[in-house]
């Protein structure tokens, strides 16, 4: 049987099934050589983790011009390294490090602070500076970073002593950090506005590149007796919005289309996107309620308005800013943070959600039945706090609270509220919506 190629569910750690990034890549590295700090942030299953595992090879490091033999490249995941304090902190980067030392006299001093009940800053940065002395760098790569940026027994005075770790060159320690947002967006209060955050160049992973995906599936292809048809590669990229991990998703399971269950040949593409299709949902829903739950109010809206207009307004192009302050007064709000997420793609000024599968979730998600209530009694009583014209709302508070899941009234009256073409939008979102999921995506790449 042939081995399916397409992996997803872990981290990449060999080098050769590793694609794309390259701008990103480029960028860290020269910072590396330069002895600055940076922060890759992206949401789950983008890649940060297997970026990460990435810049540590050896040929890699060769590539970019480092010189492998001066650099000690240190993966740690603080996932589920909670109630961290800062000798426990230390104690978790010094395991990870130790096998990466070959000196005695450093091992030795490592092996010294592991023993301490409570290390020493002091400690810390004269074990960094005889690192130094031998000429050697450490690059600590730091997964899942905002473990420690929202750790209570982290004060200011521990982010204080790592910049100064940091930022003195002297030393030899460089950071490379990867977290879902901004550090400085998920910190505790206790370090809110620490100049900590202010030493790392910021760089966010967002979906491949058209030609980045294309490649990324073409050369995995390679060496197997499989290969995909122009139609089928246009519906992957276009169900996964060419994001990595689903890219990988569905590709392999079009991939076991082709060989598990036989469907092979041009007359059978419609079985095997459809069998894709079926089991990417199934598979990809709980990522996008993920995505969703980790939105702002805000955001949630973007997102509605944006899935609402090119599901039913026949949009050619993506629409613009200017559009979709038609649909949502505060739609810039939102705008560069969804994109910054991967949520959003833009191109030449338009927007569009990364894949039609999400934006369709999107509306059965706010559409779905679940204990629809009077929502003009709810209206009443809460419409005060959203200004506006609320007139329409009132006059169709029946519809509404009939069609709208009455857990995102909130969001949908902020909505409605802010928004010239509010009649128009209820029209659609009281609309029957599976009218939408009994089209199927594929439908549209099975022609010639």
Do not use: C
């Not at 650099?71 to 603080?78: G, I, M, R």
């Not at 994001?243 to 569905?250: C, G, N, R, T, V």
């Not at 038609?326 to 709000?333: F, K, L, P, S, V």
């Not at 709302?393 to 609270?401: C, F, N, S, T």
Request: no cysteine; charged share 20%; proline share 4%.
């Amino acid at each position: 049987m042939i081995a399916n190629p397409f992996l997803f569910g872990s981290p990449i750690r060999d080098r050769e099934h590793f694609f794309g990034r390259e701008i990103v890549l480029r960028q860290v590295m020269n910072r590396l050589r330069s002895m600055q700090d940076s922060s890759i942030i992206g949401e789950r299953r983008i890649g940060k983790t297997s970026l990460l595992y990435y810049i540590q090879h050896p040929d890699v490091i060769h590539y970019y011009g480092l010189e492998a033999e001066k650099y000690l490249f240190v993966y740690f995941s603080f996932d589920g390294a909670g109630y961290l304090t800062p000798t426990r902190f230390w104690q978790r980067l010094l395991h990870s490090l130790q096998p990466r030392v070959n000196n005695q006299t450093l091992l030795s001093e490592i092996e010294r602070l592991l023993a301490m009940d409570e290390i020493d800053p002091f400690d810390i940065e004269d074990l960094f500076l005889a690192i130094s002395s031998k000429d050697l760098r450490v690059v600590f790569l730091l997964d899942e970073f905002e473990t420690v940026t929202q750790a209570t027994n982290l004060d200011a005075d521990f982010f204080s002593h790592l910049r100064s770790l940091a930022t003195g060159h002297y030393i030899g320690l460089i950071f490379v950090t990867s977290s879902r947002q901004k550090l400085s967006e998920l910190s505790h209060t206790g370090i809110v506005g620490s100049p900590f955050f202010n030493i790392f160049e910021t760089f966010f992973l967002k979906p491949f590149r058209p030609e980045s995906a294309t490649e990324a599936v073409t050369k995995l292809l390679s060496g197997t007796e499989v290969s995909f048809d122009p139609q089928e590669m246009a519906y992957l990229l276009s169900i996964t919005g060419q994001h990595p991990f689903f890219l990988q998703m569905a590709a392999s399971y079009l991939f076991d289309a082709y060989t598990l269950h036989n469907l092979k040949g041009e007359r059978l593409r419609p079985a095997r996107l459809e069998r894709v299709e079926q089991e990417f949902i199934l598979q990809a829903t709980p990522h996008f309620d993920h995505y969703w739950k980790q939105s702002s109010n805000p955001e949630k809206i973007f997102l509605a308005a944006l899935a609402v207009i090119t599901t039913y307004n026949g949009e050619s192009g993506w629409p613009d800013m200017q559009r979709m302050k038609q649909a949502y007064r505060n739609a810039d709000i939102s705008a560069q943070t969804l994109e910054d997420r991967g949520l959003v793609l833009r191109e030449l000024g338009g927007y569009r959600i990364f894949s039609p599968a999400y934006s369709r979730w999107i509306m059965e998600e706010i559409t779905r039945k679940s204990g629809h209530g009077d929502y003009q009694a709810w209206l009443n009583q809460n419409g005060g706090d959203y200004g506006g014209q609320l007139q329409l709302l009132y006059e169709r508070a029946k519809e509404i609270g009939s069609a709208v899941n009455s857990k995102y009234w909130n969001q949908i009256t902020e909505w409605l509220s802010k928004s010239s073409e509010a009649g128009e939008i209820i029209n659609h979102l009281t609309k029957d919506v599976s009218q939408i999921k009994n089209q199927p995506i594929w439908l549209s790449f099975v022609g010639a």
